[in-house]
């Protein structure tokens, strides 16, 4: 009788499987290695898009990892942010709405009033979308008007407050049809929210997308760096000619979005008007804070926030950002003589660069 050429242990187990199980797992890493090294030189071999362009009355500028251009995808999400959230779109929804007409809203516009709902209650107020009223009085939004009188502001301030509009069965509901809804200080972040969704969806994951200073990065630039992005120094300039550079901060995988009284305001009769307006007072805030950077997991939350600390000023906001440790702060303020200091957040020490 031929023995059988495989060897058994005393147990009747084959003491070939062990070397049969290492065989396996080095052929497993070897495909492992090969499928990383494939994966990384496809990375390296794939090319960085660059588009820009106008929405929301503003440009947008995007760079991002594809193999091809998205830009007629991109614009195509950005137009549909438009036709639901811009007060400057006669054809919108939010212009529907604020004309008073039987319009049910998208899921869009639904996802930015639930947002600015819940943020108007964390900042009691400071931040609120029935703004639109004041700010158009005050000569920052749709209308253009001259500073309105004292009477005038006690009056719209009847007609602002978010505690007056709710969203029921895909319909606002206003307690006084006059109230208005401006999203301008969270449209923005949104729209580059939306574009942020859609490379996901793409599998695309290094990108930076920036709409009217507002930003949405993830992983890393065409350098292989994390994303630098820079902290413009406060100054009188409507123009925006002065680009200092404050500060620079190492962002990625994060929003970050910027709001301040340096660039945008008017001058009357010789007093400076800021064009952040106090939704609670009726006027433009009066105190140190010069700009306000807030680092957040969306950018329609930093935009929001962002808007809602140049309301409140340095202390305030420090206040809730001791209540809200998802989000990191960046501000410039004037200080008693003058002089321009720098608060950040604690977490960002290590990202701030400059």
């Known amino acids: 009788m031929t023995p059988n050429p495989t060897t058994h242990n ?8 062990p070397k049969r199980k290492t065989l396996l797992q080095m052929a497993f890493l070897l495909l492992l290695v090969i499928g990383t090294i494939w994966i990384i030189r496809t990375q390296n071999d794939t090319p960085y898009q660059e588009d820009s362009g106008e929405i929301f009355g503003t440009f947008y500028h995007i760079t991002y990892q594809s193999g091809r251009d998205l830009q007629p ?3 195509a999400e950005l137009r549909k942010v438009d036709a639901s959230l811009s007060p400057f779109n006669p054809k919108s929804i939010i212009s529907a709405v604020n004309r008073n007409e039987n319009v049910k809203v998208n899921d869009m516009f639904a996802q930015v009033f639930l947002l600015a709902e819940r943020i108007s209650h964390e900042t009691d107020g400071a931040f609120d979308i029935t703004v639109a009223p004041l700010v158009n009085a005050w000569g920052f939004g749709t209308d253009g008007r ?3 009188s004292k009477a005038t ?3 719209l301030r009847r007609l602002v407050g978010y505690q007056h509009v709710s969203l029921n ?3 606002i509901s206003k307690a006084n049809p006059n109230i208005k809804l401006d ?3 969270i449209a ?3 729209g580059a929210d939306v574009v942020a969704r859609l490379f996901k969806r793409k599998g695309i994951e290094n990108f930076l997308i920036e709409i009217g200073g507002e930003i949405v990065t993830s992983g890393n630039s065409e350098k292989r760096l994390p994303w630098k992005i820079g902290v413009k120094k406060p100054c009188d300039d409507t123009l925006d000619v002065n680009q200092e550079t404050q500060s620079v901060i190492n962002v990625t995988d994060k929003a970050m979005a910027t709001s301040g009284n340096y660039r945008n305001y008017r001058y009357v009769a010789g007093k400076k008007y800021a064009h952040t307006i106090d939704p609670r007072t009726g006027y433009p805030v009066q105190h140190s804070l010069l700009s306000a950077t807030v680092l957040a997991n969306d950018c329609a939350t930093a935009d929001a926030y962002a808007t809602a600390f140049m309301v409140m000023g340095v202390d305030k906001a420090k206040r809730l950002l001791e209540r809200h440790p998802e989000l990191m702060a960046y501000f410039i303020y004037a200080g008693p003589k ?3 200091n720098v608060w950040y957040s604690p977490s960002l020490k290590d990202k701030v660069a400059k």
């Open 338 to 340: 003058g002089e321009m």
């Open 183 to 185: 999203c301008s200080a």
């Open 153 to 155: 502001v006690d009056s």
């Open 73 to 75: 995808e991109i614009e």
């Open 169 to 171: 069965n895909e319909q």
């Open 10 to 17: 005393a147990n009747g187990g084959n003491k070939n499987l």
């Open 146 to 148: 001259k500073p309105p």
């Open 188 to 190: 923005k972040g949104y």
